[in-house]
């Protein structure tokens, strides 16, 4: 009987420790596809999305200026890499900042050329 009590007890304790770890990670998940839209265009310029075939650095200029990369692919290839979430593919602000930051992007490269 001793065992049995002694059983449950070890069983309630370590679901009261894997419960917080679980709900850390769905939190952590959570945060995960919440990147901002500046933030998507910063991990794309960094070579963060180059397995989703968004090139890095002055390639991501290029491809924008060239039509490959579009606000509506950088931002499936932050859905796809697990950071945005499926409906922001839906949504118009983000997409329209996800835009207006890539188009930025050129203009930041010439800032200093003065």
Do not use: C, H, W
């Amino acid at each position: 009987m001793k065992r049995f009590i002694l059983g449950g007890l070890s069983v309630l304790v370590l679901s009261a420790a894997v419960v917080p770890f679980a709900t850390r990670t769905e939190t952590a998940r959570a945060i995960q596809t919440n990147v901002a839209p500046v933030t998507l265009v910063f991990l794309a310029k960094r070579g963060m999305l180059r397995e989703r075939g968004i090139p890095g650095s002055g390639g991501l200029l290029v491809g924008y200026r060239a039509g490959r990369v579009t606000e509506e692919t950088l931002v499936q290839a932050g859905i796809d890499e697990g950071i945005l979430a499926p409906e922001t593919i839906n949504d118009r602000r983000y997409l329209r900042i996800v835009r207006n930051q890539l188009r930025r992007l050129g203009t930041d490269a010439t800032a200093g050329d003065d």
